[in-house]
């Protein structure tokens, strides 16, 4: 099992960014997909949820309205479009694949919302 994600980078406070996470080595399409978070000294958070088939979505408080997770899965691939970027969004942010009792990360792509 492989996830991949890139598209990080340094953006200005309202800016924006597309996240994109390549997964390989299951069937993706049965499955849900997770993008997390984790700040300088802080712990790993659930930034949003999008479910197989991609019908249902949950996001946390502090991105919901800004943030949209969205997947394609004849791609194997799941995005997170973040716009209205502000400097406590920056974080490394990880995909994750829940797949029975084990949980699969990508190495992370590295975000940074500062002026």
């Known amino acids: 099992v492989q996830l991949m994600e890139s598209g990080g980078g340094l953006v200005q406070p309202g800016g924006s960014l597309r996240l994109s996470c390549a997964v390989s080595?299951?069937?993706?399409?049965?499955?849900?997909m997770r993008w997390y978070r984790q700040a300088p000294g802080k712990e790993r958070e659930l930034v949003a949820v999008?479910?197989?088939?991609?019908?249902?979505?949950n996001y946390a408080d502090s991105v919901k309205g800004r943030f949209t997770i969205s997947r394609d899965n004849a791609k194997n691939t799941v995005y997170l479009q973040m716009n209205s970027l502000k400097p406590e969004d920056t974080a490394v942010y990880y995909c994750?694949?829940?797949?029975?009792?084990?949980?699969?990360w990508g190495q992370g792509t590295q975000v940074t919302v500062s002026s």
């Open positions: 994750n694949a829940h797949l029975g009792l084990l949980d699969y």
């Open positions: 080595g299951f069937t993706f399409s049965r499955y849900a």
């Open positions: 999008i479910s197989s088939a991609g019908g249902f979505t």
